[in-house]
């Protein structure tokens, strides 16, 4: 009787240098985009990680090309995520008060990154700030105020009945309205 090979499991089959052939596909995938803080390697890291666990859980056996394909697919979604999830670590630095009270006196606003000037405006500010504020509708004044409270956009939404991607398009419109309002002021 001829003996039978070994069975080859899935996650044995990945090539070796599969990860850095995936770096010139993960530098295109970012291309344009505002990435400085991500890592290439990083991200083809967690493809590969991704990669092994998929292959680790599935039943059938899988060919290396089949596996390479493969690679390049996840190595695209992965670097979505990432950049996805540094563009949130951005806004989220980027918060605005809920009213002119609460602009400290160095004129900057609390736990926001682009509004108010390193010098001490004062006054000037708070007034400015709560003259825009002011024209804002009041469904807008909500999400900031709730926006200022770190309160997550599904219970913003749900607060306001409106859908999520909604309140985080009127959030965008809201910041630049105040950004054009206080700008010869930062």
Known sequence: MPESQPEVRNHERIPEGLAEALY????????????????TSDIASTTMHDLFVFLLQHPYPVTGEDIRRLAFRFARYVTFDFIRKARRRLLVGQQMPEDARQVNGLGRAPGSGSFGAPGVVGEELRNR????????????????????????????????????????????RIRLKLQMELEDLA
Do not use: F, Y
């Not at 010139?24 to 890592?39: E, F, N, Q, V, W």
């Not at 770190?150 to 859908?163: F, S």
């Open 24 to 39: 010139p596909h993960i530098r295109a995938c970012r291309k344009g985009r505002r990435t400085s803080d991500l890592h």
């Open 129 to 172: 700030l709560a003259a825009a504020l002011g024209t804002l509708d009041p469904v807008d004044r909500e999400i900031v105020r709730m926006r200022h409270e770190n309160i997550p956009w599904d219970r913003v939404a749900a607060a306001t009945g409106l859908k999520a991607v909604t309140v985080r398009k009127r959030w965008q």
